[in-house]
């Protein structure tokens, strides 16, 4: 997966490679998505683990803990496209969740964001600042999909990170304002 994307998984390649029956895959994972959950996992602990490290060097400025967080982001993505894309493209038929462990690991991702935006925000609804937060992390995760795919967005990719900057900068330059519901 890491090398060739999701698309290229094949459980009789996986098999091969790994030296064993292709139905001894089938024992230990009840299907392909099963698998990509369980790749899934060590991803979202990579990636915390790169957000964390970088959040450790941050300022205690919360904006710039933001800024810092998701270029973070943008240089995990970057390095490990493949795998980061299957974080989002998991193989689920229509209107089936995602399992809980997947959507708690999540939920540990954005509490990086949310942190610094109740820091920010402390008047702001809970309710309010949780929509905040997946706003801002679309936002983001937006813009380095389609800075990585640079024909998309037109902008280059060493300017990605000067654009999450400026956008997360904008966006919090008025902190603790009445939100607008």
Same mark, same amino acid.
């Given at each position: 997966?890491? !090398? ?10 996986? !098999? ?8 001894? +895959?089938?024992?230990?994972? %009840?299907?392909?998505?099963? &698998?990509? &959950?369980?790749?899934?996992?060590? =991803? ?15 300022? /205690?400025?919360?904006? *710039?803990?933001?800024? +810092? ?18 974080? $989002? ?24 964001? /949310? %942190? ?15 929509? &905040?937060?997946?706003?801002? $992390? ?11 795919? *640079? ?7 060493? *300017?990605?990170?000067?654009?999450? /900057?400026?956008?997360?900068?904008? +966006? !919090? ?7 607008? =519901?």
């Amino acid at each position: 997966m890491a !090398a060739d994307g999701l698309g290229a998984l094949r459980a009789r390649d996986l !098999a091969d490679e790994a030296g064993c029956a292709l139905g001894a +895959i089938y024992n230990v994972f %009840d299907d392909l998505p099963a &698998l990509v &959950l369980a790749v899934n996992a060590r =991803t979202f602990a990579r990636l915390g683990a790169q957000v964390a490290a970088a959040l450790a060097k941050a300022p /205690a400025d919360p904006v *710039e803990q933001l800024v +810092i967080m998701a270029q973070a982001y943008h240089g995990f993505a970057s390095a490990n496209r493949h795998l980061w894309r299957a974080l $989002f493209d998991v193989p689920r038929p229509a209107g089936q969740p995602a399992p809980d462990w997947y959507l708690a690991d999540m939920a540990r991702l954005f509490a990086y964001i /949310a %942190d610094p935006l109740s820091a920010l925000y402390p008047r702001m609804p809970m309710a309010d600042r949780a929509l &905040l937060t997946r706003a801002l $992390f679309s936002s983001v995760h937006g813009i380095v999909l389609l800075g990585l795919d *640079e024909a998309s967005a037109g902008v280059p990719a060493a *300017e990605i990170d000067r654009m999450i /900057a400026l956008v997360l900068r904008q +966006i !919090a330059s008025a902190p603790d304002q009445p939100s607008v =519901t």
